[in-house]
């Protein structure tokens, strides 16, 4: 009985004795190329409204408060719809063009659509808080960065303007954004807790029982191991970046 | 180093010199990339000139197979007990060392024992290891898993607001006999598995139908071990009608199908008169 070729699955890298899969690094042919280019430029075109939806709200206003019901429905759909970006794009195509992790950006994205749908929409009390201003800011300003990043990466021609932003501007949007989501569902923690909210309770038939509450909590102590491995990868990644960007012009 | 010494030896040599590195902590590669080299081969035989270059891989500490078996299904089997028996820092104070009305929760705890005995018998007496170790750090790993999982669903089977199945005796006796008919297959599977290296052999061998009615599976299954396995647990949740029992089966359906398909294409790969009408885990489907 061959169990240690079942296991050898599991102990992944212990053996040495699976066959490499050849990696293969082809960029995508010219209508994935297309698709692709419409695709960012659609995602870009949606953060900039929601930009634009921001600063108009604010004028009219006259302060920054609850400016989340300006943008909520453009905030909902262009974020979700990064979902199908995970999906379907980036493990095809986008490692090819772009030395970024696909599991980090995953898991980004999720976390992302979490906090619009399970806690701000969920939650409608906190709507009206000046944290989820912070991290709306914070991520529209991020995406409109990183999309036009691709778009212009696809076309072969990226200003370094952009891409200078892209590697740069996270030291400050990243934090800001997430402060801005911690205290968000820590905001929402009261509201869980008097409610109920998708928490169900022992006795019931299927003998389940899930705490929303503590969840929430959880995931707010999740942040302190996973935030800073993500923000050092960005700064690893900054530094090779730009700094072969560097080389690139005095080798020119 | 003679031309007619065997991996094995070569291993040996170079713990001597690097004590450090016993032989299961070394891969020795022809080449960086490529697969690691196993004890049984000649130096002689391989694709190498008069003198060879070989690749040397520290794999980290490990642990033999067996070891890491014993550990992990001993673990759910004395944590599932903490439950049952209600310790006072389980379902608090006024719980402690109670028992439940429900007769299905008895029934359940021998179940859950009975499979994991029959695990660690088979881990002692059944399976022959092609590799004799893994790594360490799978141990911490792999225990979480098996053990937090047995917390998690232990908890629930034996809570004191328990509630029984929807459709009662009949709904239990039923995945008592399915879990029954599971167990048994799992266990014909392991022993024929286990017949095809009887004479010591490390090498693979593509496993046949026996005259075990519960090996007929092989027709149509390339691992019928984990098609077992999978029922067994089925069953299981049946019988509880507990939600993180149907978590934990569809996490071990999940993980099991990736290694039925490794394990499948394996064969096909290795064997060119693979029985076609062969799937990894499930007949037709899967």
Redesign the interface.
Known sequence: ???????????D????????QPRRRKGPGALATAYLVIYNVVMTAGWLVIAVGLVRAYLAKGSYHSLYYSIEKPLKFFQTGALLEGSLLIPKYLPGIVPSSVVLTAFQVMSRVFLTWAVTHSVKEVQTEDCVLLFVVAWTITEIIRYSFYTFSLLNHLPYLIKWARYTLFIVLYPMGVSGELLTIYAALPFVRQSGLYSIS????????FDYYTFLILVMISYIPIFPQLYFHMLHQRRKVLSHTEEHKKSE | VEPNATIREIRLMFHKLYPRWYPARQSIKLDPKGKSLRDEEILQHLPVGTTATLYFKDLGPQIGWTTVFLIEYTGPLFIYFLFYFRMPFVYGLDERFTSSPHPVVNLACICHSFHYIKRLIETIFVHRFSHGTMPLRNIVKNCLYYWGFAAWLAYYINHPLYTPPSYGKKQINFAVIMFLLCEAGNFSIHVALSDLRRDGSKTRKIPYPTKNPFTWLFFFVSCPNYTYEVGTWISFTVMTQCVPVGLFTLLCFIQMTIWAKDKHYTYLREFKDYPSLRMPIIPFLL
């Open positions: 009985r061959n169990m240690a070729g079942a296991g050898g699955s599991r102990a890298n212990g053996y040495g004795s699976q066959q490499q022992l006795p019931n038939k299927y003998n389940f029982s």
